[in-house]
């Protein structure tokens, strides 16, 4: 019996699955670089001038590029950088920091510092086509110019790995600002590469990510998706950036289980507001006003159309319901849900790495 270990929150939860039952595993791949060529690569920052570090999200690549930093900067006898972060990860980002390393929270609102370095690891995003610094940024600081963002989407599927209109509008609102960025584009094994400058240049790392993660793989019946590491599955409106990346490689009426702990909730005012019955489906085509994670409940609403979903969480049941999901106990009681209703001869694709791979 193959065992497969799928992300969930900061553990791995095992799938057991007979080799009969067993489709395709499929999983993130390029070839990842040495800590030199990481070191030369980061030689090319002005470390004489004081650095604000701005960490957007935590995972191990990240961690890794801050320690090969602090060493540079230990080896030329200059100053550390100073780490920020939002504070609900700060504790996580710390226990991951070098010693010596000082974090403080980062609540400002005025991000026209020049000394301010962002920090991220590029995903696939629906709304936008790639995840990057600008594209997080404009999330988090520029509401209005979400609203336009919003309406220049491409339809009413999500489309990971494009480069729709939508992202031109963050590109646009990040050239507001002076400012620096290190895009990381990562797999389930290390950083592949990484490009330092101002984050509407650094989107040319979308290339890179092309390059490594879209993986042509036919349509199958039924898959089972991790994200691949926690941040990608803290909540759920972060968590479906992993099912857009793989619907096309999902059959009419087929199903699709996404393993995701979203031990940070819901992590959308839209779905939360849908729920809470203050929001309709109706109200997302033209809205007037931009509300945080719109794009997703749109794209759900229009996916499941298309196939069913079921979902791993410690979500309330009542929430899966609400949005029309399948509230799946465990990654064990997922399997039996399948072999239940599909047949014990059914085939499963497994994808371990979601946030970071593009099926079609």
Known sequence: MPEIWL?????DVVLDIRAENLEQKIDSEGKILEDS????????LDLSKPMELVVLHNSKSIQKIISSLFTLCEQKSKPFPKILTDKKILNLVKAGLPEGSSINEFDDVDISNSNLVFMAEMEFDGLFGYETISTRLIKKFGLESMLSAYAKRQGNLPTPGQYPESLEEA????????????EIVANSKGIIDFSIGHPSKTLSATKIMESNSIKDIGQHKTMVISTGKDTSNDNLGKSLSSLWNCSNAIKKDGLAILVAECKGGLGSDAIQQY???????????????????????????????????????????????KL????????????????????????????????????R
Request: net charge neutral.
């Open 7 to 11: 992300n969930y929150g900061i553990t």
């Open 37 to 44: 060529v990481i070191n030369e690569k980061l030689n090319s």
């Open 171 to 182: 590109k646009k609102f990040t050239n507001n600002f002076e400012i620096q960025g290190i």
């Open 275 to 321: 729920i809470e019955e203050r929001l309709t489906l109706e109200q997302l085509q033209n809205p007037t006003k931009y509300i945080s994670g719109m794009e997703d409940l749109l794209f759900l609403s229009e996916i499941q159309k298309n196939f069913q979903i079921g979902l791993v969480s410690i979500l309330p049941e009542f929430y899966a319901k």
């Open 324 to 359: 029309n999901m399948i509230s799946l106990q465990g990654i064990k009681y997922s399997l039996d849900y399948i072999l239940k209703t599909q047949g014990a001869k059914q085939k499963v694709a497994v994808v371990t790495d979601g946030a970071r791979l593009l099926l």
